[in-house]
């Protein structure tokens, strides 16, 4: 009787043994996400532990931390957003699939280990691609001003494309011959360019995910500018001041009136945690925020959120907040939708609000001094720099009175 127990349990052990899933093994890999039929997008990590990968787009990048294992598959869910990678180990990688529940987005997912090239090259680059485009998004019906940045060293090609809403992060990529092929992934959004170029023209297509593209033309304008992003979003006539009054995420309500706003220069920022421009902003913000404490500044951002029930806009907030180190308020002021029109409603002081993010800017007697529609992130490069330069002068000026 003995001897038969022992048998049971060792076969018990091997039998469950047989099923443990593989880990992922450790190094570079090149992942595919299938746009249509035609075009993947592609992009690199590195497998850095059982339970941690690395994402890279151009001078980005991304600790993924949230990895299990269950039966023969892989689960990776990206940080701050709700996009997720689950896929089956192969002999030469990986495959599955990314959804981001957020914007509908299921897209066919592989990778390859110990690849490392984005992109495949056939041809020596045509052109050089450096400087500063001007841009036109969409057609007769629907265009969109935009403002393209590269940088060009041999073949590969980074920068990024500016709107006066924001910009389209860290794009890489590289010119095969006359064709320009760019990319990123970082959880929220899945974008790829192509377009064939010449010293002075580009004409091509971008696409978002695997339910959208949008033709694009763009000349080189080394003197192109967007709007000026102090000037689209402004309070309507017989507003000087801001009101709200929204719950944090402990729920108790937040406004403008509270004491620790009062003689404070403050601003307050639009927002929402599925945003990438959101997010760039709030690192820069965050960072500002704890070196400046001991000024009369206070910061304050609302929060319109997709999720659909207040428990999982509350929920994401705070895994912004635990991401970042944001030590300032954060606001739930709308969820189930980011409409924009609705946004509005909730501040309608605001001629409408155009872009998360947006930053508004009150002096100590709570008057709006300024509101800056968008953001340029690290992306941008000089614009980046410029920005800064300008939001610290600015707080400087509000100081001091």
């Known amino acids: 009787m003995k001897q038969l127990s022992v048998i049971l349990l060792l076969f018990l052990f091997f039998s469950c043994n047989r099923y443990t899933t593989k880990t992922m093994p450790h190094g570079m890999y090149l992942a595919q996400l299938k746009v249509n039929a035609q075009e993947n997008l592609p992009f690199n990590f590195e497998v850095t532990s059982d339970t941690s990968i690395k994402i890279f787009n151009a001078e980005e990048v991304i600790l993924v931390d949230e990895i299990t294992y269950k039966n023969d598959s892989v689960y990776i869910k990206m940080p701050v957003f709700e996009g997720y990678i689950v896929v089956k180990l192969i002999d030469n990688g990986m495959v599955g699939s990314f959804t981001n529940e957020t914007f509908g987005t299921k897209m066919p997912f592989e990778a390859f280990y110990n690849s490392k090239e984005r992109f495949e090259l056939s041809e020596p680059a045509a052109t050089d691609m450096s400087g500063i485009w001007e841009v036109v998004f969409g057609d007769d019906s629907d265009r969109n001003l935009a403002k393209g940045v590269f940088k060009q060293k041999d073949q590969k ?81 017989g507003y000087e001041r801001m009101e709200f009054s929204f719950p944090e995420t402990d729920s108790t309500m937040v406004s403008l009136n509270d004491s620790q706003f009062k003689d404070k220069v403050v601003i307050v920022q639009i927002m929402g945690t599925w945003c990438p421009n959101c997010l760039d902003e709030t690192k820069y913000f965050a960072e500002y925020y704890n070196n400046n404490s001991e000024k009369d500044i206070e910061f304050v951002a609302l929060a319109f959120e997709y999720a659909k029930t207040e428990a ?19 606001l739930l002021a709308q969820y189930g939708t980011s409409n924009k029109e609705e946004a509005q409603k909730k501040l309608p002081m605001l001629n409408h609000i155009l872009s998360y993010p947006t930053t508004i800017f009150l002096d100590r007697t709570g008057k709006v001094r300024k509101i800056h529609t968008g953001f340029s992130g690290p992306a941008t490069g000089k614009d980046y720099v410029d920005f800064k330069k300008e939001f610290e002068s600015f707080i400087d000026e509000l100081l001091a009175e």
């Open 157 to 237: 090609v980074t920068g990024t494309f500016q709107t006066k809403t924001g910009d389209y992060r860290y794009l890489e990529g590289v010119v095969d011959g006359n064709q320009l092929k760019m990319s990123t992934f970082d959880g929220a959004h899945a974008y790829l360019f192509t377009a064939i170029v010449t010293d002075s023209t580009m004409n091509g297509t971008f696409y978002s995910g695997d339910t959208w593209s949008q033709p694009f033309e763009a000349k080189r304008n080394a003197l192109f500018e967007l709007p000026d992003a102090n000037a689209l979003t402004f309070l309507k006539e």
């Open 312 to 330: 999982k806009a509350f929920k994401s907030i705070r895994d912004l907040k635990d991401r970042t180190g944001i030590e300032y308020p954060v």
